[in-house]
């Protein structure tokens, strides 16, 4: 039996089921969990489904989430998706369920599930739960889908990045046919930004520090997030936005996080491999792509010195250097 078989007769057996993702969720996160307890609910209406873990004030758009209870643990099936390490789960202990499921396009770092999908070629979780659709007879709907479209485009950055695959697209068409949803719609919630949020990103711009071998990075303050009413997740989404910066391999936001007290990081590449320096400051991600979360800003000085290491070293090892990112 394929796993694909093996996680619908999970499905089909539990009555009660509790889906979690990482921490500090992203569209993917958000949205392949969503857009799962959707499409259960959707196959088997009579089933109870949670979607648990702490809300994320950026992505509310997306659909709203569950608050988890200890009965939850209770003869019931956890779906953990888009997280690699059991210590990234958001809101729930997984060692506490009668049965786990582990989906995620992440590098592999623990065995935790009874059962797991991993597939580190997949674009995002939203693809895996594409896929885990087209390979049952799980039921998507229109709502579900646009879901996992926005997932899809979350962690691809609008089908741009080097994960972006033929399958990407095959089951991005696949589910675009079966519910006909109005994809160019789903944009607006997503990039839509606040005349403080653009003046802010002219602020990270004109702050941003770029190291000569090719790092570059900015430290904000909770008292900059309060002059641009912004707050630490907004101002590291901005990452996404440096992509093109000539003579910048790679690059970080960090941010303090008033809500967690603690300093939130965003990483991206274009070139150097980062998700190994990120995995040894309480983060992870992929290899062009990665996230911390760290305890104050010396650690963020110490993580820099790594990321501009990492730099030095891909740079003499691609003499000719913007030319093969």
């Known amino acids: 039996?394929?796993?694909?078989?093996?996680?619908?007769?999970?499905?089909?057996?539990?009555?009660?089921?509790?889906?979690?993702?990482?921490?500090?969720?992203?569209p993917d996160a958000l949205g392949s969990s969503i857009g799962l307890k959707e499409t259960i609910l959707n196959t088997f209406n009579e089933k109870k489904v949670f979607v648990v873990g702490a809300p994320a004030a950026r992505h509310k758009y997306i659909g709203t989430l569950d608050k988890f209870t200890e009965d939850?643990?209770?003869?019931?099936l956890l779906i953990v998706l888009d997280t690699p390490d059991l210590k990234r789960i958001d809101g729930v202990d997984a060692s506490k369920f009668e049965c786990v499921i582990k989906i995620d396009h992440h590098p592999f770092i623990e065995r935790f599930g009874d059962i797991e999908l991993v597939d580190d070629t997949a674009s995002s979780a939203s693809q895996l739960v594409m896929e885990l659709i087209k390979n049952t007879k799980l039921k998507v709907n229109q709502s579900a889908a646009e879901k996992l479209y926005i997932?899809?485009?979350?962690?691809?950055?609008?089908?741009?990045h080097y994960y972006t695959t033929a399958k990407t697209f095959?089951?991005?068409?696949?589910?675009?046919?079966?519910?006909?949803i109005d994809f160019t719609?789903?944009?607006?919630?997503?990039y839509l930004r606040t005349l403080d949020e653009l003046k802010f990103q002219n602020y990270i711009i004109d702050n941003l520090i770029l190291t000569k071998n090719g790092f570059g990075y900015i430290k904000i303050n909770q008292e900059t997030l309060d002059e641009f009413e912004i707050d630490a997740p907004s101002?590291?989404?901005?990452?996404?936005?440096?992509?093109?910066?000539?003579?910048?391999?790679?690059?970080?936001?960090?941010?303090?996080?008033?809500?967690?007290?603690?300093?939130?990081?965003?990483?991206?590449?274009?070139?150097?491999?980062?998700?190994?320096?990120?995995?040894?400051?309480?983060?992870?991600?992929?290899?062009?792509?990665?996230?911390?979360?760290?305890?104050?800003?010396?650690?963020?000085?110490?993580?820099?010195?790594?990321?501009?290491?990492?730099?030095?070293?891909?740079?003499?090892?691609?003499?000719n250097g913007e030319n093969n990112i």
């Open 1 to 26: 039996m394929n796993v694909f078989k093996q996680i619908y007769k999970k499905i089909k057996k539990y009555n009660k089921i509790v889906i979690a993702r990482h921490i500090g969720p992203d």
């Open 72 to 76: 939850m643990y209770n003869n019931s």
């Open 151 to 160: 997932g899809v485009v979350g962690d691809t950055d609008r089908f741009l």
């Open 170 to 180: 095959e089951l991005v068409s696949y589910i675009i046919k079966k519910t006909n």
């Open 185 to 190: 719609n789903l944009y607006k919630n997503m």
């Open 235 to 319: 101002a590291c989404n901005i990452v996404n936005n440096l992509t093109f910066i000539k003579g910048m391999y790679s690059w970080a936001i960090f941010a303090y996080d008033k809500a967690n007290d603690n300093i939130r990081g965003s990483i991206r590449s274009r070139g150097p491999i980062i998700n190994g320096v990120a995995s040894r400051y309480n983060g992870g991600g992929h290899i062009y792509a990665a996230g911390v979360r760290l305890s104050d800003f010396d650690m963020v000085n110490s993580l820099v010195l790594d990321l501009d290491k990492v730099c030095f070293e891909y740079e003499k090892e691609n003499s």
